[in-house]
């Protein structure tokens, strides 16, 4: 007879949910740069979603105004984090925070599942949090991969205590959410449904071998119910403004069919069926080789998974492994791939809390005499690995640094000496120059993207209007030597930054102005 839940042993007290929630605002307070302690985010793909969003909330439409490369939702919600603050990142810092702690409550939840933690064991949640996001792949933080992580704890939690603990199929409810956030996933990066997609057919199964058919068709049309509560609003969004061929052809064809050369590629990866399996997990490897500290969190996330107990391993070895190799399959479809792309595997990190949790309350019951004393004492030994985790982010050269320190703010007050001017980011990503400014695009096409190679649309553009001095100025990255009769060039500026491979580089920038 299998166990059943006992109903509200996973329910967080108030304690509890204050004190991990408290542990992700400060989390990501101290290492995203997105926080109030940083100057700006220098980001150049969170600088590019949040020009979009402060243009959206002037009126322009995503994919037609404004061309970029993500989906429509992730532009919806830096439109938000506009609302709170044009100039600043203070917005996406509080979304980037509320993500933090959905991650922070549904990690400790799942714990919850599988054990019984004593009062002082919660204190594993914040090095959990200091480490999933210090590693290397969260950059300067705000990326897609960083929002979206948490919403598939969230379904991971549904289907553990559904289908690992009890044995059987979600609620109705939870299928209403878990289509809600199948929605949120695909309309900000289609990639990220991998795991939902392994999720959804598991359920399949699962009903059909046990001839639950009337379950499977509440299940089903309550997650179609919850998916489209959110795409009904953003197609309505596209149709009403005439651009639903701009949303098919930036988001869907030219990710698809456009976005990243595929390198050719040999042997078993060859062949049609087994490439679908040898270059995600190839991919994967290759990532963790180059980033240690990812590759050993990640390991270690996929042992801990046997430490769910002997009861639930069979049931919880095959939710992992389906949902985890959909994951990968989707992610990484091509030989060439950007580093941030493992980032959403960060879900898994929740299992590591499992073995970590049950190890300290096994060494707190060890020692009888004094419990009090070893939670005390391991505790405080907690909160210095936090500590050391935190002031060890790649990130901390930049915080209570002022503006100027930044390229993209001295090269601003350079560019607010013409009023309103029309300026163009020309051989390099948006890297805040707009923000900066507190100026928006003057064209579609305002910066370079990873796709120029095969889509000559936006050089084209770019190259017609500056030869046609439309813009005032144009800000270019230090290896551009092109020579413009109708351009000066007034400034140079250079910045050191910890890139994403956590060594310090130069950026060096032009600017242009207009004769």
């Known amino acids: ?17 204050i004190f991990v929630i408290a542990a992700a605002v400060v989390t990501i307070t101290a290492v995203s740069t997105c926080s109030p302690l940083y100057p700006f985010n220098p980001w150049d793909d969170a600088n590019c979603f949040f020009t979009v969003g402060r243009g959206i909330t002037k009126g322009l439409v995503p994919y037609r105004d404004l061309y970029e490369q993500k989906g429509p939702l992730l532009y919806f919600i830096y439109a938000l984090a506009a609302l709170v603050s044009q100039k600043s990142f203070t917005g996406a810092w509080i979304i980037e925070c509320i993500a933090a702690s959905v991650f922070a409550v549904f990690s400790w939840k799942t714990v919850k599942l599988f054990t019984r933690p004593s009062r002082f064991t919660i204190a594993l949640v914040p090095v959990l949090l200091g480490i999933t996001y210090t590693l290397k792949l969260f950059n300067f933080g705000g990326n897609a991969e960083e929002l979206c992580f948490p919403l598939i704890s969230v379904a991971l939690y549904f289907g553990i205590r559904s289908i690992v603990i009890n044995n059987t199929l979600p609620s109705n409810t939870e299928a209403l959410i878990c289509g809600l956030i199948t929605a949120c996933l ?20 699962l009903a059909l071998k046990n001839k639950k058919f009337k379950k499977l068709w509440s299940l089903i049309w309550r997650f179609l119910a919850g998916f489209l509560m959110l795409s009904a609003p953003i197609l309505i969004y596209f149709a009403a403004t005439k651009s639903l061929n701009y949303l098919w052809e930036a988001y869907f ?28 997990l190839t991919s994967v490897v290759t990532l963790s080789l180059h980033y240690p500290d ?23 070895l095959i939710l992992f492994a389906v949902t985890l190799l959909f994951s990968l399959g989707l992610v990484f479809t091509k030989t060439s791939f950007i580093y941030y792309y493992g980032y959403i595997l960060a879900y898994c990190f929740t299992f590591l809390l499992i073995p970590a949790v049950k190890g300290l309350s096994k060494l707190e019951s060890l020692y ?50 013409t009023p309103d001017a029309k300026i163009l980011t020309y051989d390099v990503m948006d890297s805040g120059f707009y923000t900066a400014s ?67 580089c130069l950026d060096a920038y032009k600017l242009y102005k207009k004769v």
């Open 186 to 205: 695909f309309w900000i990066k289609y990639t990220f449904v991998g795991f939902m997609i392994g999720f959804v057919i598991l359920i399949i199964i």
């Open 368 to 417: 009888k005499r004094n419990p009090g004393l070893i939670s005390l004492l391991s505790s405080a030994f907690l909160a210095v690995i936090y500590f050391i985790v935190i002031i060890n982010g790649k990130n901390m050269y930049l915080i209570l640094q002022p503006k100027e320190s930044l390229a993209q703010f001295r090269i601003a007050e350079t560019i607010k000496q």
């Open 438 to 504: 507190d100026l928006l695009p003057c064209n579609r096409f305002f910066c370079f993207l990873n796709i120029e190679n095969n889509y000559p649309a936006i050089l084209e553009e770019q190259n017609r209007l500056i030869n046609e001095g439309y813009y005032d100025y144009v800000v270019t990255s230090h290896s551009c030597e092109l020579k413009w009769s109708n351009y000066v060039l007034v400034q140079e500026e250079t910045c050191t930054y910890i890139d994403y491979t956590g060594e310090k």
């Open 1 to 17: 007879m299998q166990k059943q839940i006992i109903s509200g042993t996973d329910k967080l007290k108030r304690s509890e949910l």
């Open 253 to 280: 064809y030219n990710n698809i069919f456009l976005y990243h050369s595929v390198s050719e590629v040999t042997g078993l990866a060859s062949i049609p069926v087994l490439n679908h399996f040898i270059i995600p």
């Open 294 to 316: 990812f590759g050993i969190v990640l390991l270690l996330s996929v042992i801990s998974t046997v430490f769910t107990g002997k009861e639930y391993r069979k049931r919880m």
